[in-house]
């Protein structure tokens, strides 16, 4: 889909500043064809900051979620992956380590215990 009067494409740049970082969205583009795109951004990027990789996407090759998915997304429980949910963690352990560890009864060690006992009358 041409978005303007040139028949140009607008295209979205991503790019990754260090290779342990994910893609980030920077900035968007118009431009004839992929590869010009491409050469647009690198031009832009070369001056300003070091990066690992640049990708172009298409605008209208993302696909998007729609309104109607909010609900969804809401419905999901997420509060173990927040902060306060690991509050009392800290104290938690503090708790079990100070508490002596209950002896171990293990049926098969006993009944060694007791013939070695019987072995010594």
Same mark, same amino acid.
């Given at each position: 889909m041409k978005e303007d009067k040139l028949g140009f494409d607008a295209y979205e740049v991503f790019a990754q500043t260090d290779s342990m970082r994910p893609h980030e969205h920077q900035f968007s583009l118009l431009a004839p064809n992929p590869e010009m795109a491409l050469?647009?951004?690198k031009e832009n990027f070369l001056r300003r900051s070091n990066i690992t990789s &640049?990708?172009?996407v298409r605008r209208d090759h993302i696909v998007k979620s729609q309104?109607?998915?909010r609900a969804q997304f809401a419905r999901?429980?997420?509060s173990y992956r927040m902060k306060q949910s690991y509050s009392g963690l800290a104290d938690t352990w503090r708790k079990y380590?100070?508490?002596p560890l209950p002896p &171990?009864?293990?049926s098969a060690s006993a009944n060694v215990a007791s013939e070695d006992c019987a072995d010594d009358d």
């Amino acid at each position: 889909m041409k978005e303007d009067k040139l028949g140009f494409d607008a295209y979205e740049v991503f790019a990754q500043t260090d290779s342990m970082r994910p893609h980030e969205h920077q900035f968007s583009l118009l431009a004839p064809n992929p590869e010009m795109a491409l050469t647009l951004a690198k031009e832009n990027f070369l001056r300003r900051s070091n990066i690992t990789s &640049i990708w172009v996407v298409r605008r209208d090759h993302i696909v998007k979620s729609q309104p109607a998915d909010r609900a969804q997304f809401a419905r999901l429980d997420k509060s173990y992956r927040m902060k306060q949910s690991y509050s009392g963690l800290a104290d938690t352990w503090r708790k079990y380590k100070t508490m002596p560890l209950p002896p &171990i009864k293990d049926s098969a060690s006993a009944n060694v215990a007791s013939e070695d006992c019987a072995d010594d009358d």
